[in-house]
């Protein structure tokens, strides 16, 4: 895992501000940093770990940057940025390519050398030898820019789910991508300009979506998409094209015993993959059934392997899940390890913020954080059971809607639209009883419109508490999806109504926020997560099974029904939530008044009148209004850390 960054400029670059981007991307790799400037007019390069002494009359235009987490190849030769042997081709890549020495045999085969054993120098001679079409053969998570001095192009991919993030800017003049965009915003001419949309989307899902961001001029390069920027015409726009599609149709005709053998098999496989590496590896252990999966399979079919484990106990304990860990990994056998941990959000929650790049409203990433702070402490890559919800109906969300979806037929369907249009005309009020309470949301939930009416599952404000929170010179706009998603939902061909809102989990929710913990959360502490669920053959066979052998992880517990202790199977879902209510009340109250209601709060655009509504009612008890008001607390440190206003 590690870090990339690239700036041009036609005519000139100044490398210091590659060293500060770098720099900012510094625990995503803090074993190597390293740097090439290049004069593209005249196809020379200059290879550099700092800037002093650094030549500023050579006139670079263009610079990569990289920082190295060190996972595979520990040596020097497998640092970056990497060239080939002509020296025509310069890549940095921060990911892993799990089949890299298959790809390497065949490259051998065709006559390609090796000088390092890092699957860097295969991803870039896969490149050479097949150009764009090298991504059809990668397994993995990636993104990486190769820059072809030749054609003087670059080449920039990331991988088919968004494991791996990758932001970019381009004004017609100057073209900078970076891991992360708090890197992009040491650059003095990117303007830290808000974008509304953005805001919008952080308040219906708490999270943003692709190709936005928070930042107007900043943009994220979608999942399973490559670009394409010549740097000989650069007021060009970058060109996109994606090379991979979520697939569900059409439907595999197999037996559930079949399906369940196949299934183990591609699971086995993907897990044999994740434990490649060159530094400690360990499993993040919950008890849960997609840990306890990943955890059974791998002590079965690995032999004289024995694994580290890790569970964090918290000290709710209602968060508590030591005692289910210690129970499979006992049955087990492995290195388990457990670490008490007291969540201190008052202390961390600032740089917590900083950390996730932009506004991110899942309260999950306060124990996440601690998570992988605890595990850096042990290993460099941490394997998790990521994923399990989303390909196996593991949601609440799911029954939730299988339970209410007969009021969308007759007679049920045209009571709901005289209960709905009812609901419309009481006065709008922060409690319970129309507007955040259960039957309100079950109103707003069920339309004939599933996709519009989607992040009401999860959402702190719904489109009706937004209008209200909102001043009345703002103009709200109620289109949350961009376009792109909705013809990507559209090429699923999906029509089931429960596997609708499956793809709009695993292209969305899994992407912008599921993944954003992983990555982000884990290179914080500079750590490696792996997933295996999410191999992308395994995805894809999954997605093909009929419906019924996977919801609520039927297959999964079947796969390892005689693999584990009984009381595992059994478990019902535990959530990763803190308990923010109750922080809103004692620890975080201050936070809430000095970020939402102070004169040195950066609200402008919302009502504090009615952001006072709120923390009354939710210091009343008479409603848990937490969630919202977590919302909000995360945008308004967001916006002081970045001394921005809203």
């Not at 090298?134 to 991988?159: M, Q, T």
């Not at 290179?523 to 999954?542: N, Q, T």
């Amino acid at each position: 895992m590690c870090g990339i960054a690239g700036i041009f400029k036609k005519n000139f670059i100044n490398p210091l501000y590659i060293e500060k981007m770098l720099s900012v991307l510094s625990h995503r790799g803090p074993d190597k940093k390293g740097f090439v400037c290049f004069q593209t007019g005249k196809h020379k390069y200059y290879p550099l770990n700092s800037v002093k002494n650094i030549q500023y009359s050579k006139n670079f235009d263009f610079i990569l940057g990289h920082v190295r987490l060190s996972i595979i190849d520990l040596t020097d030769s497998a640092h970056q940025p990497m060239s080939d042997e002509e020296n025509k081709l310069w890549i940095v890549y921060n990911g892993e390519i799990f089949n890299y020495k298959e790809l390497r045999k065949e490259l051998e085969k065709l006559g390609y050398r090796f000088k390092s054993n890092s699957d860097t120098e295969v991803l870039l001679y896969a490149f050479k030898k097949y150009g764009q079409s090298c991504l059809e053969k990668l397994r993995g998570f990636f993104v990486f820019c190769i820059y072809d001095s030749k054609n003087n192009k670059l080449f920039i991919a990331r991988d088919r789910l968004g494991k791996k993030p990758l932001k970019y800017y381009w004004d017609g003049e100057y073209f900078c991508f970076a891991s992360e965009i708090k890197a992009l915003l040491k650059l003095p001419w990117i303007k830290k300009e808000i974008y509304m949309k953005a805001v919008e989307q952080y308040l219906s899902l708490r999270y943003i979506l692709f190709p936005y961001t928070i930042i107007k001029g900043i943009k994220k390069l979608p999942p399973g998409c490559f670009m394409e920027f010549f740097l000989d015409t650069p007021q060009k726009e970058p060109v996109i094209t994606r090379y991979y599609f979520p697939c569900f149709q059409p439907k595999i005709n197999i037996s559930y015993n079949d399906a369940k053998e196949q299934s183990l098999n591609l699971l086995k496989e993907s897990i044999k993959y994740r434990l490649i590496s060159d530094v400690p590896l360990g499993l993040f252990l919950s008890g849960g059934i997609d840990s306890s999966t990943i955890l059974a399979v791998l002590c079965y079919s690995t032999e004289n392997y024995k694994i580290n484990t890790l569970t964090a106990g918290f000290t709710d304990s209602n968060y508590d899940e030591k005692y289910y860990a210690s129970l499979i990994a006992n049955f087990l056998n492995t290195n388990h390890i457990e670490k008490n941990i007291i969540l201190n959000p008052k202390e961390d929650l600032t740089k917590i913020v900083w950390y996730f790049d932009e506004p991110f409203g899942d309260p999950s990433v306060i124990p996440v954080f601690y998570l992988t702070k605890a595990a850096s402490q042990y290993f460099k890559v941490a394997i998790t059971g990521d994923g399990g919800d989303e390909l196996f109906g593991g949601y609440k969300r799911y029954y939730i809607h299988y339970r209410n979806r007969f009021i969308n037929y007759l007679p049920f369907k045209a009571l709901y639209r005289i209960i709905k249009a009812f609901n419309k005309k009481i006065p709008f009020n922060w409690d319970k009883k129309h507007s955040c309470g259960k039957v309100s949301r079950i109103m707003e939930s069920i339309s004939d419109n599933l996709i519009n009416t989607y992040p009401l599952r999860f959402s702190g404000f719904s489109l009706r508490t937004q209008e209200i929170l909102y001043n009345a010179n703002f103009s709200h706009n109620e289109k949350i999806w961009p376009d792109e998603i909705l013809k990507l939902l559209e090429k699923t061909k999906v029509s089931n109504s429960m596997e609708i809102l499956m793809a709009l989990d695993q292209i969305t929710y899994l992407s912008e926020d599921i993944l954003v913990k992983a990555d982000l959360g884990g290179m914080a502490h500079s750590l490696e997560i792996r997933s295996p669920f999410l191999d992308h053959i395994f995805v894809e066979w999954i997605n093909k099974l009929p419906l019924s052998y996977k919801i609520n992880k039927k297959i999964l517990r079947d796969i390892i029904r005689d693999k584990v202790p009984v009381e595992i199977l059994g478990r019902k879902k535990a959530g990763f939530n803190p308990p923010i209510g109750k922080w809103m009340k004692t620890i975080l109250k201050d936070d809430l008044f000095y970020y939402l209601l102070s004169d040195e709060s950066p609200f402008c655009l919302f009502k504090k009148e009615e952001i006072k509504k709120i923390m009354d009612l939710h210091f009343s008890g008479k409603i848990n209004l937490g969630e919202p008001l977590w919302i909000l607390l995360v945008l308004g440190i967001w916006l002081k850390t970045y001394n921005l206003e809203l």
